[in-house]
């Protein structure tokens, strides 16, 4: 009788471990944060990451971590200034990355490039007083991905074009 509820236990663990998923259920925020999605607030910046990274399951783990836009205003939301936050021996493993921070970088005045060591790939994006808001892992993002997605989201000023 004891294996039976042994088995019973494990079944209705796994079951709520793997229902969320399943079901296309949000993730609680350390799962979204595993997955990289820690700053993609709202759905329509989940929409702007499907035009720049074609993986059907990152966009829809994207979607499971975003919350609706309460109007069309939310979505137009732009940043001050932006981090790009990378680790200076993993760079090797990113050449898309280290293009654009060697040849795209200077276009946008309030970008800086920040080394951290084991850091993967990210954009933190800033408010006006430096504080971190959004923070988005760029992977595998081409560098004009990036480019387009700063052009969109820095406020105009920030951007030396």
Partial sequence: MSEFFSALKLGLILLFLVAPLVSGEELSSKECENLGFNGLALCSDCNTFAEYVKNEELVSDCKKCCTEDSDDSTSKITYSGALIEVCMRKLVFYPEIVGFIEEE?????SLKVQYIFNSP?????LNEEGQHKETIRIDNWKREHIRQFL???MK???SAI
């Fill in 121 to 125: 790939p990210k954009l933190v994006m």
């Fill in 151 to 153: 052009k969109k989201k």
């Fill in 105 to 109: 970088k200077d276009q946008f005045r």
């Fill in 156 to 158: 105009s000023g920030s």
